[in-house]
């Protein structure tokens, strides 16, 4: 018996549904309208809504399970002919026409030019920007995606900019000359050559399914799961001794290597099966460490999909108190969190000195999960219907599990005084920072350029990721985050399998022509603090040129009439 025939969908017919609202995405040349999966998803609505307008096909594949996959089957409307070329999602600021009832749609071709600032995929999807808006028109020879002008075309210096009304001009220049160094460092965003990158990619993809690395070797994780228990049954050792800060260390290194586990159960990265690595990171999230894997799960989902967008990815979201772009100075509005991340008289002091306080800021990182993990289950962010339904209610009983245990159990039965307590509770809690460490060191260093909707998934992220070079011998300390250019590409790949696909990776970037950063672990810190230095530098200057402004009557030429 044949499959099921579905009718080829116009480009405008397409562009119309997102326009009435609906959650349109293109997956292997099918059209999917995933509006009945939104509030079932167990990875959160929002990591769809980037979604919309855009093929799909290689985030839906590295992040999805081919069960997933298949089952988003159901959620097929129609089908494409051609190449895609992607809209910007309405979240993003795409902006939309209605399909009127009268229109002719025989002239519809279903593709449009890359180049071209006419469609709804181009300039006029989004607010005018000073990034890409002001470019010269006359110049097209190798003009890229949404305008942005190519690495041909030269920008004004930093120095030379003349300060505006607000001192926006300022932060635009810098803009302007970081996108222009990308469009330097990485190939061409012409279609020719994003295909060419995305063939390979999935070439590779096909590779690392030939040569078994999604399989997951358990030895690994029983040997993980001895560690884990040698330092906890330490833990409790010493507090029994009453030797409460050896044992809050040796708590908290427990916690630093949970994490690991817990991540590769996010990403079904240990047995496969959906439910069983779900159960697998909330027993080890929430029961023993106190912290939502829900949470993570739609918070990270983002994260993997719009990596390093100022605007969109929380994983880069942290003012007032962290700032890795010059573009948090524009009081930009998180996607993620609904709200304006103000610019305000705590973050200009805040970011004034981020540089010093940015491992003290990491010392405490934890704390702010577990509000973030308790704000997640008490307000009920996750789903509430379909296969992910009942994970609130084990991840609540997890919480109470945990407080039970570690709150009274530990901190008020077990240890004496609140002088101790107090010192058993904040050293448990600093003692995983390296975690946090290392997850920043990924991704603070690198590009936040928005190189528009046609830049593909694999340069997109090699672009805003970096690996550390470490010996093999230090894989349990870093737990498998060294290698996140790897894992952005390939989520599911089991983490001890992670340094055998290092190396098909490196010649896949070697093919392609794209940079594949590779950092000690110092020089990748110092890389961290360098652009966190450079952005407190950035607002220092945008501070005292708005101070002139303040002074003068004439914000251009800065003189008294």
């Known amino acids: 018996m044949g499959g099921r025939t579905y009718p080829v969908l116009s480009r405008r017919q397409i562009e119309g549904l997102i326009a009435e609202g609906r959650s349109i995405f293109i997956v292997n040349q099918y059209v999917l309208k995933a509006d009945p999966w939104l509030s079932y998803h167990p990875g959160g609505e929002k990591a769809i809504s980037h979604m919309v307008g855009r093929d799909a096909t290689d985030e839906v594949t590295a992040l999805h399970s081919l069960e997933a996959q298949q089952q988003m089957n159901r959620y097929r409307i129609g089908r494409i002919e051609g190449r895609w070329s992607n ?42 920007s000073p990034v890409f808006d002001n470019a010269e028109p006359t110049i097209r020879n190798r003009r890229v995606a949404d305008g942005v002008l190519p690495s041909a075309v030269s920008t004004s210096s930093v120095s030379s900019v003349e300060p505006d009304d607000d001192g926006m001009s300022y932060l635009d220049t810098i803009t302007r000359e970081k996108t222009t160094l990308d469009l330097e460092k990485y190939p061409s965003l012409d279609f020719g050559t994003q295909d060419a990158i995305v063939a390979k990619y999935r070439a590779l993809a096909q590779r690392i399914k030939d040569e078994d690395l999604y399989r997951c070797n358990y030895w690994a994780y029983a040997i993980e799961a001895t560690r884990y228990s040698i330092l906890f049954g330490l833990s409790l050792l010493f507090l029994h001794w009453s030797w409460y800060v050896t044992s809050a260390v040796f708590l908290g290194a427990v916690w630093h290597q949970l994490v690991f586990t817990a991540h590769d159960a996010g990403h079904m990265g240990i047995t496969h099966d959906f439910h069983t690595d779900s159960v697998i990171g909330i027993i080890i999230a929430d029961f023993m460490g106190g912290l939502s894997i829900g949470w993570w799960k739609r ?40 709200r304006v991340m103000e610019y305000d008289a705590v973050a200009r002091m805040s970011l004034r000195v981020q540089p010093y306080t940015y491992y003290i800021l990491l010392l405490f990182g934890r704390l702010n999960l577990y509000r973030l993990s308790l704000d997640y289950l008490i307000m009920g962010r996750g789903p509430r219907k379909g296969p992910a339904w009942w994970h609130r209610w084990l991840e609540i009983a997890g919480q109470v599990f945990f407080w039970t245990w570690y709150g009274y159990g530990i901190l008020y039965k077990s240890i004496p005084t609140n002088g101790d307590r107090f010192w058993f509770f904040l050293i448990s809690q600093m003692v995983p920072m390296p975690v946090h460490a290392q997850i920043c060191l990924s991704h603070f260093a690198m590009s936040t350029s928005d190189l528009g ?65 590779l950092y000690g672990f110092v020089d990748g810190n110092k890389e961290v603090v360098g652009t966190l230095a450079e952005v407190s530098r950035q607002a220092a200057i945008l501070a005292k040129c708005q101070k002139v402004i303040a002074e003068t009557d004439d914000p251009i030429h800065g003189h008294h009439h």
Request: a negative charge.
């Open 299 to 338: 918070n990270h989902n983002v994260h993997h999909i719009v990596t390093n967008a100022p605007e969109h990815d929380p994983d880069i979201e942290h003012m007032p108190f962290l700032a890795v772009s010059h573009r948090f100075f524009q009081n930009m509005r998180s996607t993620y969190y609904d």
């Open 87 to 128: 809209f910007i999602p309405p979240i993003q600021g795409g902006k939309f026409r209605p399909l009127l009832e009268d229109e002719d749609l025989d002239n519809d071709s279903g593709e449009c030019d890359p180049y071209s600032t006419e469609t709804s995929s181009g300039l006029s999807s989004r607010d005018p």
């Open 453 to 517: 909707p046609h830049e593909s998934f694999p340069q997109k992220m090699l672009r805003t990721t970096m690996d550390i070079d470490c010996p093999q011998w230090l894989d349990f300390f870093h737990g498998g985050l060294q290698f996140q250019v790897i894992h952005h590409l390939f989520p599911r790949i089991p983490r001890h399998n992670l340094r055998r696909t290092q190396k098909l990776v490196q010649e896949f970037c070697n093919e392609v022509g794209i940079p594949y950063a």
